[in-house]
């Protein structure tokens, strides 16, 4: 890639001419010396190519990149099969941006398409959008979707992820819906608690199934009572978890949210990632940010376009209902890609990887001494106990290059197992932690 310049300097001379000067000094001879910089600016002076290289290399030898993984709470390192990093590398797809003269961007249409038809079809929904930013993102949209003239309150589950909760709140503040937690008891949402809170002015329930500890909630149960109350039932899911979960909708969620880091995007600072988020047909006019949808042309030929909403859908401010108008279209392609390679098959054999491993590694690490905290189902995220320091377990497992589980607290961490943990590498995490 060739350097930056804005405009070289026969140009600049070309478009001062045009204006009626000679020098950039004449343009701004009108501002007063005082408040020029009359000294060169404090930076490094710029280095060639080979040596900015070696610099970056030097840096990045300080990152580690651990080659056994058994930490999650959010992000998850699956595997990635290589047609999804060839496609999504190539020139003409890593400039995958939200089109604003959408029609004449066909292909990106078209793949932002497929991507929500797979969204459907994993989550049993109607209508999905184009993706937003993160899952955060996409729960506290689905919260502001609910909010009605008589019902502003929303009731979110203490065992959804608290980094999604903080999200909710910040959104919450900004445009009035009081948001109540709704406790927890043996590491599920407890139902009385919420059947106690679902009053009238309740606009929905969010809960994540599974949820943070990797539980599965009696997710069944809860939508049933959350429509009683005359509430919308949203669950927040783990996408590679529906290869062998029922979907939000078989549940009777009416807006399912997720984050589709897990689909073929890699680990990272944070990000970019791909939040989806899909709901029922009844609430399709209140979906937020960008949609695409097939058409046919005069000719017959099928086409692809924005529909139902106009990119400045949401410049009134105060009264929008949302202020997301673009999406994250590259990490969409490459969810796309993924599922697209993967099958239908190759999920549920993912999901039935993630689970049979990460109940195998609790059988061992209670041989080592941890108590499994909860009984009941889970997916491929569990939490243990033990009177053993978390911050010892996880330091005994990093000298040997291990990345343990995320530490919830002194004696409580949060372990994760994915298709990529092999069975020699639980063996030898759970031998050292006996050993602590």
Request: glycine share 8%.
């Amino acid at each position: 890639m060739g350097i930056y310049i804005p405009g070289t300097e026969k140009e600049q001379k070309q478009m001062l001419e045009e204006i009626g000067f000679q020098t950039m000094e004449e343009l701004y001879a009108h501002v007063p010396d005082e408040v020029k910089l009359q000294r060169e600016l404090e930076i490094p002076e710029g280095m060639p190519e080979l040596s900015v290289r070696r610099k970056m290399t030097e840096m990045a030898r300080k990152n580690h990149v651990f080659p056994t993984v058994f930490r999650g709470a959010g992000a998850y390192r699956h595997y990635i099969p290589a047609t999804v990093k060839s496609v999504l590398s190539k020139e003409n797809m890593m400039t995958a941006y939200t089109p604003y003269q959408a029609e004449i961007s066909q292909g990106l249409l078209q793949a932002t398409f497929e991507f929500q038809t797979m969204i459907c079809e994993l989550t049993g929904m109607d209508v999905a959008n184009a993706s937003v930013y993160d899952v955060g993102c996409a729960a506290a949209e689905a919260v502001a979707m609910c909010r009605e003239r008589k019902r502003k309150t929303a009731l979110i589950s203490a065992t959804v992820d608290p980094f999604v909760v903080e999200a909710v709140r910040t959104y919450c503040f900004g445009n009035g819906i009081e948001l109540t937690q709704i406790p927890a008891k043996d590491g599920r949402t407890d139902r009385e608690a919420l059947q106690a809170l679902l009053a009238e002015d309740v606009a929905c329930v969010l809960i994540q199934h599974p949820n943070f500890y990797g539980n599965l909630e009696e997710a069944k149960e809860i939508g049933e009572a959350v429509h009683e109350a005359g509430a919308k039932y949203i669950m927040s899911v783990n996408p590679i978890s529906l290869g062998i979960l029922k979907t939000p909708r078989e549940y009777g969620a009416d807006i399912a949210v997720g984050e589709g880091q897990s689909l073929g995007l890699p680990l990272g600072f944070g990000g970019p990632y791909c939040g989806f988020m899909a709901c029922v047909s009844a609430l399709t006019r209140r979906l937020p940010g960008r949609i695409v949808g097939q058409t046919t042309d005069h000719n017959g030929k099928i086409g692809y376009v924005l529909t139902l909403q106009a990119r400045e859908q949401h410049i009134r401010r105060e009264k929008a209902s949302s202020n997301i108008c673009s999406n994250h279209a590259l990490c969409a392609l490459g969810v796309g890609v993924y599922l697209a390679s993967v099958g239908s098959k190759g999920l549920e054999k993912v999901a039935s990887l993630c689970t049979s491993k990460a109940h195998y590694m609790a059988e061992e690490l209670e041989k080592a001494g941890l108590t499994i905290e909860n009984g009941g189902a889970f997916f491929h995220e569990f939490v243990t106990t033990s009177e053993k320091s978390s911050e010892d377990i996880l330091q005994a497992l990093e000298e040997q290059d291990i990345l343990g589980g995320y530490p919830l607290d002194e004696h409580r961490i949060l372990w994760c197992c994915t298709e990529v943990n092999t069975k020699e590498e639980i063996d030898r995490a759970a031998a050292i932690v006996k050993e602590v």
